[in-house]
Every structure is written in structure tokens, then in C-alpha cells.
């Protein structure tokens, strides 16, 4: 007995909380990340078209600044619906214009781009290296505005009001290769704008403070588009018009709140394309009024679209490099790894007294690859690859009662575990498999703890023995959905026996396991009555599946024995945090060669299950309950009586780490109360992937 296991094992608690912290802050980082790569699938409509849809009504385009990441995630739909019917003035030839329409981001460019927008605001002191810089890359956070932003935008919603439109005046560059003609838009408003639009001279913006203007060095720092601004209230008449937008999933268009700058800009890419189809199959249904308004949104947004442009370039290349390197589209493989410190002591109590302590603290582990595959999207074909180290404790101490869950040795090599396959017919559910097909997996168990990874840390405390035990491995079954009711009837052959063709083997003259279910599964309440015939043939009889007292498990030895076993279990949920239930099992006995004798054999549970317990995920849960115990027998019968009382914690670090540490005792071990209680502490990290 090792007294620093021990040690561990009572402080594991306050281990645990620790590293709740810790994982907090890895799962915040990470769903940050993912719905940046959200934002960027949505956009790459935008992104790819519209360097291709800028009209050349009355000059130049206006050169692209470097561009900066977006800040949120939203997607906008595209409608294919007809729109109504506008004035016919734009026509085929205008859409040609557009398809010609190349950004300039080269070096001039960007200088002439940054006179012109220093030029838009000459009251404002802004120094010639912040108008010409380029804008950097952002962040994904979207700080607060600018005080200069602020000011623009008050003085835009004052404009709106008169129905007057604020715009960024454009001078002529000193230079011919980089001029920039001013765009003058229609002086007639399109239906819906409320009146005409104007542009707005640099003398009508309100004169800033000195030192107000400050350095802008990526868009990110630009404001959200307000649902005052003139930006907006422009989109939104053409969404109006031409249906271009659905809407975002939950079907509005959330008119009433701001949007960032790269939701707008995936917003005005779907007009572009709306209405450039509409030019291109009609050329009669599109105003050169809204031509001019959707190439001033371009321009003004052109830094952001010009992001979305080059970070989905690259998303489409990892996209592309995923696909053609992807293990199979059918199959997904899951994981499983289990590192496991555990010991056990005897005596009395835990007082550490080494004299009667036979093991040793010791570390195994359990690793299972799931392969698995479907065909259709509602059948599973599983494949499993299993290695494990795991000492069982039946061994060291003398009885199957002091078991570990997931116990087990295969000399540390990878073999086949399972497999199996599960399909759907009607209301049906078909299990058929060759290897490794378990009573638990073809029937529900009505239990929170039936898993080895992260269930009840027992071999006892996982489930009912005396139905959900036996051989098993290779066979089939069905199950009937009948709304709440639910029926099972399936066949399994012991592993060893089914592929074995000599006499006295194979799937059906070997060891078997048949069993039928009836169960009602409801929200608050799980019942389920189960029945099990067990035949073990001469030299491979275990009856409770290493359970219990060794009378139980051979009650006539290693003499053929059949089995009638009868289980039911109840599992009540007042809520989803509080579960209590249990099971009882009754098995009779008979004895097949040599003389005709039977034996009685019971065991039952109670199960107490806390979920999120002190966070979420979370899993506090309590077993206790009596071994499988030979109460009649014609041979031997067990005269006292084993408890078996479990305790264990299941800590959810994250999605994919569990650590569980837990402690179960047997007292009366064997069902002989002269035998000393023994006691199990394990420490159970369970990764799955």
C-alpha cells in the first residue's frame, strides 16, 4: 500500500479546481476562433464577386487599403425570388462596364486614396503619414470609435433627417495615372429613399476639435454601421426593391441594429450580385440610380471586402488541401484514452497499516480507436481497435468483487474489439456483428453509469449482472420503437465459440447468451423489464460475467450450466441534475452433466446520480448495493453477505478530458464476514477524441 497514492487521491479534489480555471480560458480562446472561421465561410460570396461588379458611372474606382480581419460572424442569404419591376434605364452594356472593373492597389493608389479622404474633412488636423498610411490588420475585437468617428457619424444622423446624405468628396490627384473622378449620384431618389440624394460638400460636416482626428490604423477601429447612417438606409431600400437579402438564419434582417462593417460588406456583395444577374437575363429592371448608390457602398467599404477577399483565398486553399488528403467520406474515427493510478488496501480502514497489503500503487491505461463508418447517415458500422494494461484486482485479492471497470491485459498490442453493424428498417433497429457485440449495446441498461470511461468505476456499479452479463460477442438483434414502449429480442455467441467449427462450438451448440426486453422510457421515468438465457459450455462457465462471490459465477464448478435470468431496472429523473434508481436480479440455475442440480443466485443496487455537479458536465454519482450472492443451492450457498459501497467525482476539464477519482469498499468480501473489507482508490483521466 502506497500512502501518497492515497494522499493524492483525497486532495484530487481541489486539483481539479485548479484546472478549471485553466480550461475556462483554453474553451473562451477557442470558441473565439471559431467563429472568426464561421464569419469567413459566410463572406466568401462577397469576397468572390465583387472585384467584378463596380460600374464606371463617372470615374475611376478608388484604390483598395490593406485590409483587416473581420469581427464577427453572421450570414446573410441571397433570395431568388423575382423582384418588382423598376424604370427600366440600365441595360446589358452597363453590366459589361462592370464585369471590366479591376481594383488599383498599388502604391499610388493608396496615397491618392488617403488625399482624398484628408481632403473630405479639411477642418480636421490630420497629419500627411495618418492620411497615406496604409490600414494594418486587425484584430477580431472591434474597439470603441474614434472620437473623430463619433463626431461624423452625429453630424450623418442630423443629415439623414433632412434627407440629405453625407459623402466623402473626392479632389483630383496631383498625378495623372492616379486620378479619381468624383461620382456624382442621380439627383432623382429611387422609390423608397424618401426624397433626393445630394452629395453633401465638405464645408456642411461639422468642424472638428483640434486634436480630435487621431491616427487610424485598421478598420477594425471604424465604427459599426449604424441604422442611421446613410450606408445603411441605402442598402436597406435596395433590399427592399430587389429582395436581394433573405435575411439572417432566424429570417429577419435585424433592420434595427448595427452591423459591423464586414456583415455590411457581405450584405452589399449580395445586391451586387442580385442585380448584376437582373441587368444580365432582363436589362430592363435596374435603375442607374441604384448603380451609382451600390458603387459608392463599394468604394466606401472597399478595405473590408478587400479582407474577405484574401482570407478566403486562404480558407478555400485549406479547404481544398483537407479534401484531398481526407481519410474517407463515409468514416470518422473516435477515440478513446484511459490512464489509470490506482491501488487497494485491506483491513478494517484506511490507516495505511502495510502488513496486510498485497499490491502495490500501480498505472495502466486502455486505448480504443473507433471507426466509424455509415452509408446511408442513419446506420453505423463499427470498427474497434483496442490495447490495454489494466490489472484486475479479482486476481491480487482473492475475489471478482474488488474488479475494476475497464480491467484487462492483451500484452499491449492492438487487436480487433468490436464489430458490428447497426441499421434502421421502418420503425426497427438491427444490430449484426461477428466480434464484440455486447448485451448492454443491443438493450438499454437504464442506468447513468453504464461506461467504462466515465461511468461507475466498479465492474459491479456498471450495470446489472445478472441480465446484462454472460457470453457474448458475435450475433444480432432488433429493437421495436413504439413511441415510449420499446422492445429487444437478440442472440449472442460467446467470442471464442462462434468462429470455432469443432464440435460442440460455434454460433449456436457453444456458449450463448438470448435475451428479451420490454421497456417504457419516459422524460421523468425509465423501467425496464429484462430476460436472459445463459448456457456456458464445460470449462467456460461464468455465469455473472466475474461478478460477485466465485459461487456465484460456478456454482457447479466447470460443469455445463444453463441459466434463466430476470432483471428489472428502474431509473427515476425528477430533472435533468437529479437521477436516483437501482436494479434487482434473480437468476436460476441448473446444472447439465453429472447430476441435475440448481442453485438460486441475487444481487441488487441502488444508484444515486448528481449531474453538473459543481459545474457543467460534471458528474457526482454513489453505488450501493449486494453482489451476486448464491442464497439456495442443492451444492453450496453463501451464508453471510458482501455491501459494496462506491463513491466517485467525474471532472469534466473540457469537451475531450475527464479525471475521476474514486473509491469503492467490499465488506464481507466473498459473503464472508470473517474475510476483511477491502478497499479500491482509483484515479481515472479519461481523453476522448
Known amino acids: ?214 491616427q487610424v490604423t485598421s478598420v477594425s477601429q471604424l465604427s459599426d454601421v449604424r441604422p442611421t447612417d446613410w450606408a445603411f438606409q441605402a442598402l436597406q431600400s435596395l433590399v427592399e426593391r430587389y429582395g436581394c437579402i433573405v435575411g439572417y438564419p432566424d429570417g429577419t434582417y435585424r433592420g434595427n441594429r448595427a452591423l459591423t462593417r464586414y456583415e455590411f460588406a457581405a450584405g452589399v456583395n449580395a445586391c451586387l450580385d442580385k442585380i448584376t444577374q437582373l441587368i444580365g437575363s432582363t436589362g430592363n429592371l435596374v435603375t442607374r440610380d441604384d448603380l451609382a448608390i451600390l458603387q459608392r457602398l463599394q468604394e466606401e467599404f472597399a478595405a473590408e471586402l478587400a479582407t474577405l477577399r484574401g482570407r478566403v483565398d486562404g480558407l478555400e486553399a485549406r479547404t481544398a488541401e483537407l479534401e484531398a488528403n481526407q481519410f474517407s467520406t463515409t468514416t470518422k474515427l473516435a477515440g478513446e484514452a484511459i490512464f489509470a493510478v490506482s491501488d487497494t488496501f485491506v483491513g478494517d480502514g484506511i490507516d495505511f497499516d502495510d502488513d496486510q497489503d498485497d499490491t502495490v500503487t500501480n498505472l495502466g491505461y486502455r486505448v480504443r480507436l473507433n471507426f466509424n463508418t455509415s452509408f446511408t447517415g442513419r446506420d453505423l458500422l463499427r470498427t474497434r481497435l483496442q490495447a490495454l494494461n489494466v490489472p484486475n484486482y479479482g486476481a491480487a485479492t482473492g475475489t471478482n468483487m474488488a474488479r475494476l471497470a475497464f480491467d484487462g491485459n492483451d500484452n499491449s498490442q492492438f487487436t480487433l474489439d468490436e464489430l458490428y453493424y447497426r441499421f434502421p428498417i421502418g420503425g426497427a433497429t438491427f444490430f449484426v456483428g461477428p466480434k464484440g457485440l455486447d448485451l448492454d449495446e443491443i438493450a438499454d441498461t437504464v442506468t447513468p453509469f453504464n461506461s467504462t470511461g466515465t461511468g461507475a468505476i466498479s465492474r459491479f456499479g456498471v450495470r446489472n449482472p445478472a441480465v446484462f452479463r454472460g457470453s457474448q460477442g458475435a450475433g444480432a438483434s432488433v429493437t421495436f420503437n413504439l413511441g415510449s414502449l420499446r422492445a429487444t429480442a437478440g442472440y449472442l455467441a460467446g467470442d471464442s465459440d462462434a468462429p470455432n467449427p469443432a464440435e460442440g462450438r460455434g454460433v449456436f451448440n457453444g456458449s450463448f447468451s438470448a435475451l428479451g426486453q420490454v421497456g417504457f422510457f419516459s422524460k421523468p421515468f ?164
Open 526 to 689: 425509465d423501467l425496464a423489464f429484462t430476460y436472459t438465457r445463459k448456457y456456458n459450455r464445460a470449462g467456460d462457465v461464468g455465469i455473472m460475467g466475474g461478478t460477485g462471490s466465485s459461487l456465484a459465477n460456478r456454482p457447479f464448478g466447470q460443469a455445463p450450466t444453463e441459466a434463466d435470468n430476470y432483471g428489472v431496472q428502474v431509473n427515476f429523473k425528477p430533472s435533468s441534475r437529479f437521477q436516483i434508481g437501482g436494479w434487482y436480479g434473480y437468476t436460476k440455475a441448473q446444472q447439465l452433466r453429472g447430476r441435475n442440480n440448481d442453485a438460486t443466485i441475487q444481487n441488487g443496487a441502488i444508484t444515486l446520480a448528481l449531474a453538473d455537479f459543481g459545474r457543467q458536465g460534471n458528474l457526482l454519482g454513489f453505488v450501493f448495493g449486494v453482489p451476486p450472492k448464491v442464497t439456495e443451492s442443492d451444492v453450496a450457498r453463501n451464508r453471510n453477505t458482501s455491501y459494496h459501497l462506491e463513491g466517485f467525482y467525474r471532472f469534466q476539464v473540457n469537451d475531450f478530458i475527464s479525471v475521476t477519482p474514486g473509491v469503492y469498499v467490499i465488506m464481507n468480501p466473498e459473503h464472508n464476514n470473517r474475510n476483511d473489507d477491502i478497499w479500491v482508490g482509483l484515479l481515472r483521466t479519461t481523453f476522448s477524441f
Open 1 to 214: 500500500m502506497n500512502r501518497t497514492f492515497w494522499n493524492l487521491l483525497l486532495v484530487s479534489p481541489a486539483i481539479l479546481g485548479i484546472s478549471s480555471v485553466v480550461s475556462a480560458t483554453a474553451i473562451a480562446a477557442e470558441a473565439t476562433a471559431t467563429a472568426e472561421a464561421n464569419q469567413l465561410a459566410t463572406a466568401q460570396s462577397s469576397e468572390s464577386k465583387i472585384a467584378e461588379i463596380v460600374a464606371e458611372i463617372g470615374g475611376e474606382p478608388v484604390a483598395e487599403p490593406v485590409a483587416a480581419a473581420p469581427a464577427t460572424a453572421e450570414k446573410l442569404a441571397l433570395n431568388n425570388s423575382a423582384p418588382s419591376a423598376q424604370t427600366p434605364v440600365a441595360n446589358s452594356a452597363d453590366a459589361e462596364k462592370l464585369a471590366k472593373f479591376e481594383p488599383d492597389t498599388s502604391a499610388a493608389a493608396l496615397q491618392t486614396a488617403g488625399s482624398d479622404i484628408e481632403s473630405a474633412a479639411p477642418s480636421a488636423p490630420a497629419s500627411t503619414d495618418a492620411a497615406t498610411e496604409p490600414l494594418a490588420a486587425a484584430d477580431t475585437a472591434e474597439p470603441e470609435p474614434q472620437a473623430s468617428d463619433k463626431a461624423v457619424q452625429s453630424s450623418q444622423t442630423e443629415v439623414a433627417g433632412k434627407i440629405e446624405v453625407p459623402a466623402v468628396a473626392s479632389t483630383p490627384a496631383t498625378t495623372p495615372a492616379t486620378k479619381v473622378d468624383q461620382v456624382e449620384i442621380a439627383q432623382t431618389s429611387p422609390a423608397g429613399m424618401g426624397g433626393p440624394i445630394v452629395p453633401v460638400a465638405p464645408q456642411a460636416l461639422p468642424a472638428q476639435q483640434s486634436g480630435a482626428m487621431s
